[in-house]
Every structure is written in structure tokens, then in C-alpha cells.
């Protein structure tokens, strides 16, 4: 199994504050995938990363895919209190389904 | 409309019982899925089944047993239940045919057993 280490496990900060979580792996990826969970809910995907060195951005969130395609990051500018949730990396594992990080649980306060 | 839709939202049971969680999806997909969210929020993959058929079942014990009566549903129907099946089980759904295709989750079924 090809793990993902996510890293913090938890954040918490004060409204406004710009954090960066990140995913890591000593596996290459054809593909990576971050999802946001909010409490009693199922996790949403947020984006699909596939070229090395590729950056998205979904409004005040960014990611980027490494360039060796191991690792990723999301930062997070101006973070808000709808922000707060568990995000989960994840990746197709051959012959499985989509694996998960353990996540980071972000908790926002205004 | 709700995509992936399961029930029931909570399930508090005693020790030994026999319960079910039914969940149905209105995407037109292929694939089903049942993960596993244990009190650490570590999501872990269950079961798949594509057309109906189970592809995946990842070293999980046979007092679980997934049924999928068509390509729209996949139902779990856990045996013997014990404190540790106390957990989040969440159904998930996807498109085989598609590249990196995203699962699109319903809204967990959370099993409390005494």
C-alpha cells in the first residue's frame, strides 16, 4: 500500500491567518486528489492534481502537485471560519480504491 | 436532489445484533463503495462493487456482507456486531470510465454499538 502522510495532523488559527498543509508520500502518483470533510457530512472533493509542479486554485485555496509527483500542498490565504474541516488527501491505488491520508483537521475561529 | 443517499443517519445497537445500512445513488454510476471512518477520522476502504459485481473487499471480516441489487444500491449487512464495528460507515460512489474520477460520498451512517 502506497501511504500518504499528512502533516499537521491538527491546526487550529484565528481567522485571517494564512496555513499550509501538506501530503506526503515516497511513492510517485500519476494523480493526487484533496477532499474537505465538515463535520456530519462525507468528504467533497476540492481538486484533482496530475502534472508535477502543476498549482490550482479554487478562490483562496492553492495547491500544488510536487515535481516529482510525491508530495503536495494547500495553502490556505485569509482563512475563514467556513474553512474549518478535515482535509484528506487520496490516490487511485492500482487494483484498489482511493486511498486516504490521515487528514489535517483545520478549525478556524473567529 | 441527493446524489448518494444512505440510512440510517445513526444506528445504536447492542452487542451481537444484526443491523443493515442501505444506501442508494442517483449519479448514474458504476461503482460503489463502502468506507470505514474510525474515531481518529482515518477513512478506510470496505468494499467496491462495479455493476453490481465486488471487485474489492479488503481483508474485511465475513460478518460483513455487501449486497448490491442493482447498480443504484449497495447495501451492508453486518452480522454479529461487535464494540469495535462503532464507527462512521460512509457509501461512496463513482464512474469507472472516467480519469481520475472523483467519489462523490453520502452523509455517513454513524454505528454505536453497546
Known amino acids: 500500500t502506497q501511504l500518504l502522510e499528512q502533516s499537521p495532523q491538527f491546526l487550529s488559527i484565528q481567522e485571517g491567518e494564512n496555513l499550509t498543509v501538506y501530503c506526503n508520500s515516497s511513492?510517485?502518483?500519476?494523480?493526487l486528489q484533496w477532499y474537505r470533510q465538515e463535520p456530519g457530512e462525507g468528504p467533497v472533493l476540492l481538486v484533482t492534481?496530475?502534472?508535477?509542479?502543476e498549482v490550482k486554485k479554487l478562490k483562496r485555496l492553492t495547491f500544488q502537485f510536487g515535481d516529482a509527483r510525491k508530495d503536495s500542498s494547500l495553502h490556505i490565504t485569509a482563512a475563514q471560519p467556513g474553512d474549518t474541516g478535515l482535509y484528506l488527501c487520496?490516490?487511485?491505488?492500482?487494483?484498489?480504491?482511493?486511498?486516504f491520508g490521515k487528514g489535517t483537521t483545520l478549525s478556524v475561529s473567529s | 436532489d441527493t446524489a448518494v443517499s444512505q440510512t440510517p443517519k445513526y444506528l445504536v445497537t447492542q452487542m451481537g445484533n444484526d443491523k443493515s445500512i442501505k444506501c442508494e445513488q442517483n449519479?448514474?454510476?458504476?461503482?460503489m463503495y463502502w468506507y470505514k471512518q474510525d474515531s481518529k477520522k482515518f477513512l478506510k476502504i470496505m468494499f467496491s462493487?462495479?455493476?453490481?459485481?465486488?471487485?474489492i473487499n479488503e481483508t474485511v471480516p465475513n460478518r460483513f456482507s455487501p449486497k448490491s441489487p442493482d447498480k443504484a444500491h449497495l447495501n451492508l449487512h453486518i452480522n454479529s456486531l461487535e464494540l469495535g464495528d462503532s464507527a462512521v460507515y460512509f457509501c461512496?460512489?463513482?464512474?469507472?470510465?472516467?480519469?481520475?474520477?472523483?467519489?462523490?460520498f453520502g452523509n455517513g451512517t454513524r454505528l454505536t454499538v453497546t
Open positions: 461512496a460512489s463513482s464512474s469507472a470510465g472516467e480519469v481520475n474520477s472523483p467519489l462523490h
Open positions: 511513492s510517485v502518483f500519476s494523480s
Open positions: 492534481v496530475v502534472t508535477g509542479g
Open positions: 487520496a490516490h487511485n491505488q492500482a487494483g484498489t480504491a482511493l486511498i
Open positions: 449519479l448514474g454510476h458504476d461503482t
Open positions: 462493487y462495479n455493476n453490481k459485481e465486488l471487485i
